[in-house]
């Protein structure tokens, strides 16, 4: 079971898009997540993923330079962009209901450069008053250590080259593609490991 392989932690993969570096005075624009599981086998595969678009909280400041790099257009009426408690809403009750049916404890989130993510995900949170974030405050697992450790990359792209795992940079910088390309690298570093040897739950009990 996926509840005994990381201490009772669901992982799930996170990505966001943004106006900018800072979570506390920047637009959260899009936001997505990949839900995983894990076979009989012990090997994790994606089971689900969803994904918002965000409409800028009021008084949120949007850099330039960020709208440019990720090419998306807060205010274009085809986004059907949400506010954040209903982006988060509709995030959050998928994940929620992944814990609940893993028998997990509560989630983790997984990002590529997870500090980044999580701090959007909290500040969000926190603006829009959402009582029930399924995330861990703080604790998280970052891919770009991961990939760094596995294949000597930190950049996603690179990972998923060396990693033999498909890559379009025409499509990256959607949320939804960048939370499925690091939802496939980090099943297949976990995996890979496993395979090896690495772990096993008759070595590493579940402990609380």
Known sequence: M????????????????????????D?????????IDMDDNGLLYVRDSVQANVHPFEGANLEPAALEFTGIDPF???REAMHERDALDKIFKPIRKAVKSTSCKRAILVGHNAAFDIGFVNAAATRSQHKRNPFHPFSTFDTATLAGLAYGQT???????????????????SALYDAEKTAELFCHIVNRWNELGGWQVEKFPFAD
């Open 2 to 25: 996926i509840s005994e392989r990381f201490r009772g932690y669901l992982p799930i993969i996170v990505d966001v898009e943004t106006a900018g570096f800072n979570s506390a005075t």
């Open 27 to 35: 637009a959260l624009l899009e936001i997505a997540a990949v839900i």
């Open 76 to 78: 274009d009426p085809e």
């Open 155 to 173: 950049v996603l792209a690179k990972a998923c080259l060396a990693a033999e795992i498909a890559f379009s940079n025409s499509e990256a910088h």
